[in-house]
Every structure is written in structure tokens, then in C-alpha cells.
């Protein structure tokens, strides 16, 4: 995917992001911390892998399925792939 690679950085640094506040979700877990502070925590993990789905579909839809030169057995491909991971993603 091209995209994934013309957007390395910024991905990565979302992905990063995720990674610290899941670790900060793990802490609150080990030192106890109070049902709030702890739901308030996988809100933020869910909001932002919830933003970096969005971001990287998005883009994959826009390289694609916009795609001016794909063939029409491209586009229903690609199209089905698409559908293939929001069903798996909605779950």
C-alpha cells in the first residue's frame, strides 16, 4: 500500500500514541485505580484506534477505489476488501 508508506511517520506516531496509552491502561489496572479513571482510559484507546481506522481507510479508499485506471474486476476487488474489513472492524 502505497499510502501506508507515503504516510509512514505520521501512522507510526499515531500507532505510538496507542501504544502509551495502552501501557497507562495496564498501569491503572496494576496499581488499582479507581472504575473511572480506568473507563476513562479505553475511551482514549478506543478513540484512537478508532482515528487511525478511519485515517488509513480513508486513504486506502481514496488510492483504490478512486483509482481512475483500474479495471472494473480491480475496483469490485478492491471494493470487496473494503467491505471485508469494516465487517471484520464493526464486530
Known amino acids: 500500500m502505497a499510502h501506508t508508506i507515503r504516510d509512514k511517520t505520521k501512522l507510526l506516531t499515531r500507532v505510538r500514541r496507542i501504544k502509551g496509552q495502552t501501557q497507562a491502561l495496564e498501569q491503572a489496572l496494576v496499581g488499582e485505580a479507581d472504575c473511572a ?5 479505553i475511551a482514549a484507546v478506543r ?3 478508532n482515528g487511525l481506522m478511519v485515517y ?4 486506502h479508499i481514496r488510492e483504490h477505489l478512486a483509482r481512475e485506471r483500474a479495471s472494473k474486476i480491480e475496483r469490485t476487488h478492491d471494493v470487496e476488501q473494503v467491505v471485508n474489513i469494516l465487517r ?3 464486530k
Open 37 to 41: 479513571d480506568v473507563l476513562q482510559q
Open 47 to 49: 478513540g484512537a484506534v
Open 56 to 59: 488509513v481507510l480513508e486513504e
Open 88 to 90: 471484520s472492524y464493526l
